[in-house]
């Protein structure tokens, strides 16, 4: 985050010491720190919704533009990849360019491209505007912490993160229910169009409300190099993910694409030793703890992330719930994580991060256990109970965070580590959904034939089984038009027990890797800077 850098609330020019140094008193509204804060909330609001809200309409925009399995997943893996490559880079633009600039810009370059969302007609161009997504939303984030650090004076500051944290929070888990509303009642192009009014008013009241702060000491120089060799290392590694299915691990260019994206990351790591202004200052990582947390909220957001990819298709395809109904089903976890949240942070204040965010880590592993055990007939209170635990052991992840990856940044580096967490978790959450997916769809290749041969159905050629296992992933049952009742009734109950054999799985390598995170958690500690940089949850 940005809380301690060094700002110059004066204008270029300004001789003001190094030091932090906190900001000239508001007049009127303009500059206010809490309408401030209200401002950035709504801009920091669209990019969190949107990591989660396009989870409910998947099945809606399969359907209407015939997407395949790897394309649902390009929607969410566009724009996660996308925010999550461009986080620290778009930090350092605000930096040099001021805050005010950097956030009006990416709110109005997201809700334009949320509006072109929802006016494709492809999903060729739905994934490309979900792109512009995610690189206008990279620009917003860092661009708010930084306004909230130049606006509010230091005794207040803690408070306005938190609240900033907490509307992360509730639009992230909040995101299915209002999609599944908005699906189920209007259409799946809704669930971008809604961004187009919310964009408008954060445009208006930045514009009226914000004013330009600049950093001090400002780079003047981007890590062009580094940003090409992270992007296309990560590019590389979740496209071999991703094809993996339909090529097979075993196969040449599975492996090429993978080999590449290593020796890209290796390239990477040599390249920012040797740049005098690196895109990620690799030094920070000597710290064992910061170190700890990035690989922390990587780890989280593969279980979160991925698992809720396949709940979605689970509810809607495999139960036959609305979409709304679907989102309300999974009320029991936004509500547990917006309680535990303020919860979790109290709990971190008084013993430190570390036996939260192992405990959390430890609720998560067991609920995504418990997620394994679902069956086509299991009724809403098991799943209730799962989904509830699932949000009570993310809440400590989500809150601890700051105070792990930023309390143990040096305080010259805590705006790249304010960015670096964001990114861990945007790619924890894509790296989760191909990886799950990855293993899904091999589940369900390796039982399709089986199951519907063993259900007496009629034979499928090469050609047919590869179609049905591709709407099978998604909890369809593909049943042909005109097919008589009994062998309809045989597809369906083949389609779901696969697709449940294909989930469970996924649920279970999910709960594994909550079980290492907690391993990776009793690696953390509060930091020198914990005070300074901690936050989110601390209301």
């Known amino acids: 985050m940005t809380s301690q850098t060094t ?10 010491p190094s030091g932090p ?7 009127g509204l303009r500059g206010h720190p809490w309408v401030t804060l209200i401002t ?4 920091v609001m669209m990019v969190a919704l949107d990591g989660t809200i396009v989870a409910i309409a998947n099945p809606a925009i399969g359907k209407d533009l015939g997407a395949s399995w790897s394309e649902l997943q390009w929607i969410t893996n566009a724009y996660f990849l996308a925010l999550a490559v461009s986080l620290i880079t778009a930090g350092k633009l605000g930096d040099r360019f001021g805050h005010r600039q950097t956030f009006l810009i990416g709110v109005a370059g997201f809700a334009a491209s949320s509006g072109a969302i929802g006016l494709s007609d492809s999903i060729g161009m739905v994934i490309v505007f979900r792109v512009f997504q995610g690189l206008f939303g990279a620009l917003l984030m860092p661009a708010a912490l930084g306004l909230l650090r130049a606006t509010f004076p230091a005794e207040k500051l803690n408070m306005a993160i938190g609240i900033w944290g907490m509307v992360i929070g509730a639009s992230t888990a909040g995101g299915p229910i209002l999609g599944g509303v908005l699906v189920e009642h209007v259409n799946w192009q809704s669930v971008f169009f809604i961004n187009v009014p919310v964009g408008v008013l954060a445009l208006i009241l930045g514009v009226l409300i914000l004013l330009d702060h600049r950093a001090q000491n400002a780079p003047r120089s981007f890590d062009i190099v580094g940003i090409v060799l992270l992007s296309a290392s990560m590019f590389c590694l979740v496209w071999a993910l991703i094809k993996a299915p339909e090529w097979g691990w075993g196969d ?14 290796a390239l990477f790591s040599v390249w920012e030793t040797r740049v005098k202004e690196p895109l990620i200052p690799l030094a920070m990582f000597r710290s064992v703890p910061l170190s700890a947390g990035v690989v922390l909220m990587v780890l989280m957001a593969i279980a979160f992330m991925g698992g809720l990819f396949f709940v979605t298709f689970y509810l809607q395809n495999v139960h036959g719930m609305s979409p709304v109904d679907a989102g309300l089903h999974l009320l029991p976890l936004t509500a547990m994580m917006i309680v535990g949240s303020p919860a979790a942070g109290a709990m971190i204040t008084k013993v430190g991060p570390r036996v939260p965010l192992a405990g959390g880590m430890a609720l998560t592993a067991i609920a995504m256990y418990g997620m394994s055990t679902l069956e086509t007939d299991t009724g809403s209170l098991p799943m209730s109970i799962w989904f509830a635990l699932l949000g009570l052991g993310l809440a400590p992840v989500m809150v601890g965070a700051t105070e792990v990856i930023v309390g143990n940044a040096p305080l010259e580096l805590s705006g790249v580590a304010g960015g670096l967490q964001q990114a861990a978790m945007q790619i924890g959450g894509s790296l989760g959904t191909a990886v799950l997916g990855a293993v899904m769809a091999s589940k369900v290749d390796n039982d399709l034939a089986g199951n519907w041969a063993d259900a007496g159905l009629p034979p499928l050629n090469p050609a047919q089984l590869d179609l049905t296992a591709q709407a099978v992933q998604q909890g369809v049952a593909p049943v042909p038009e005109g097919t008589p009742a009994p062998i309809a009734a045989k597809i369906a109950d083949v389609a779901h027990d696969t697709f449940i054999s294909g989930m469970s799985l ?4 999910a709960s594994g890797v909550a079980v290492l995170a907690v391993a990776v958690a009793f690696l953390t500690k509060r930091g020198e800077n914990a005070e300074a940089g901690a936050g989110v949850g601390h209301i």
């Open 7 to 16: 700002i110059d609330t004066t204008g270029p020019g300004d001789g003001a």
């Open 21 to 27: 140094s906190d900001p000239k008193p508001a007049t």
């Open 252 to 265: 040449g260019k599975t492996w090429l694409f993978i080999v590449v994206s290593l020796v890209g990351f």
């Open 40 to 43: 950035v909330a709504v801009g």
């Open 506 to 509: 996924a649920s279970l390598v």
